[in-house]
């Protein structure tokens, strides 16, 4: 007797809904949902029992930083991967989902040092809760110069970034980051909520096409000035706040793996 041979796509879909379901008597349940409750409710029980354990959760290519996860951690690990130019466009699609205060990344380690300079990497990591790994060989001195970059921009995160972290506005100036490897443009704006302040970091990701980019700032008040610094030369201007979110400012970038930061602050607010 001939037996008709089932097909993979059939056993795939039989498969799926044998470990998506489970028949209770005569109701059928949900086992995600099952799943997760029990999961949640293990991660409850640990923190009640360890109040001052810090447990930290790594999401396993970003499976794992749904709200009820995020919640129950003190670190959520997005992701393994901190190569850039698609490390841009993990931490910009990770800052719409979760507030960036939650959103942990690294910088020296997993190969980010393989593409993209030094500013590159740090700068994308000012805007969600940086970590510092392996900076420089095993058993070698520090670099002078990379050492007092990395304490400048690390006493530019906890005395003037994190402050207002908590309660900020970040903006999405390019949202939508098409490919594995993004290309073009990407900038990422985080203000505080009372307009006072911010930084806002510009990226030339792979094959840039455009070395020129109109940046009109939005987390800003009309009715303030502002003293804006330019992180790559040092130099520093004011301006109106209606003159940078109406008008713009024009960043030129050349080449793909470049960036540039701006740091903006009120001046003579009332």
Same mark, same amino acid.
Request: with cysteine; hydrophobic share 40%; charged share 20%.
């Given at each position: 007797?001939?037996?008709? %041979?089932?097909?993979? %796509?059939?056993?795939?879909?039989?498969?799926?809904?044998?470990?998506?379901?489970?028949?209770?008597?005569?109701?059928?349940?949900?086992?995600?949902?099952?799943?997760?409750?029990?999961?949640?409710?293990?991660?409850?029980?640990?923190?009640?029992?360890?109040p001052q354990v810090?447990?930290?959760?790594?999401?396993?290519?970003?499976?794992?930083?749904?709200?009820?996860?995020? %919640?129950?951690?003190?670190?959520?690990?997005?992701?393994?991967?901190?190569?850039?130019?698609?490390?841009?466009?993990?931490?910009?699609?990770?800052?719409?989902?979760?507030?960036?205060?939650?959103?942990?990344?690294?910088?020296?380690?997993?190969? +980010?040092?393989?593409?993209?300079?030094?500013?590159?990497?740090?700068?994308?990591?000012?805007?969600?809760?940086?970590?510092?790994?392996?900076?420089?060989?095993?058993?070698?001195?520090?670099?002078?110069?990379?050492?007092?970059?990395?304490?400048?921009?690390?006493?530019?995160?906890?005395?003037?970034? %994190?402050?207002?972290?908590?309660?900020?506005?970040?903006?999405?100036?390019?949202?939508?980051?098409?490919?594995?490897?993004?290309?073009?443009?990407?900038?990422?704006?985080?203000?505080?909520?009372?307009?006072?302040?911010?930084?806002?970091?510009?990226?030339?990701?792979?094959?840039?096409?455009?070395?020129?980019?109109?940046?009109?700032?939005?987390?800003?008040?009309?009715?303030?000035r502002y003293r804006?610094?330019?992180?790559?030369? +040092?130099?520093?201007?004011?301006?109106?706040?209606?003159?940078?979110?109406?008008?713009?400012?024009?960043?030129?970038?050349? +080449?793909?793996?470049?960036?540039?930061?701006?740091?903006?602050?009120?001046?003579?607010?009332?």
């Amino acid at each position: 007797m001939r037996r008709e %041979r089932q097909s993979p %796509r059939r056993r795939c879909t039989w498969d799926w809904l044998a470990c998506t379901q489970n028949r209770r008597g005569d109701y059928i349940e949900s086992a995600f949902w099952r799943y997760y409750e029990a999961q949640y409710a293990i991660y409850d029980r640990l923190r009640a029992r360890f109040p001052q354990v810090i447990f930290e959760n790594c999401a396993g290519g970003g499976g794992r930083t749904d709200l009820g996860i995020v %919640r129950r951690f003190s670190h959520t690990w997005v992701t393994d991967w901190q190569i850039a130019p698609r490390s841009f466009a993990i931490t910009n699609g990770m800052t719409m989902a979760l507030p960036p205060e939650y959103v942990d990344r690294l910088i020296g380690g997993q190969s +980010g040092h393989t593409r993209a300079d030094f500013d590159f990497q740090a700068r994308l990591l000012l805007f969600v809760r940086p970590t510092i790994g392996f900076t420089c060989p095993l058993d070698m001195g520090w670099n002078p110069l990379l050492l007092a970059k990395l304490r400048r921009l690390v006493e530019l995160y906890k005395n003037f970034i %994190r402050p207002f972290m908590p309660e900020s506005r970040i903006y999405h100036h390019t949202p939508v980051v098409n490919s594995i490897e993004p290309q073009g443009w990407g900038v990422l704006e985080l203000a505080s909520a009372d307009h006072l302040c911010g930084i806002c970091g510009l990226f030339q990701l792979a094959a840039p096409t455009f070395p020129e980019y109109t940046l009109r700032l939005r987390g800003l008040d009309v009715g303030h000035r502002y003293r804006v610094t330019f992180d790559n030369s +040092g130099q520093t201007c004011e301006m109106d706040g209606v003159a940078l979110m109406q008008q713009g400012l024009t960043i030129r970038l050349e +080449g793909a793996l470049t960036s540039e930061l701006l740091v903006f602050e009120a001046v003579n607010v009332i």
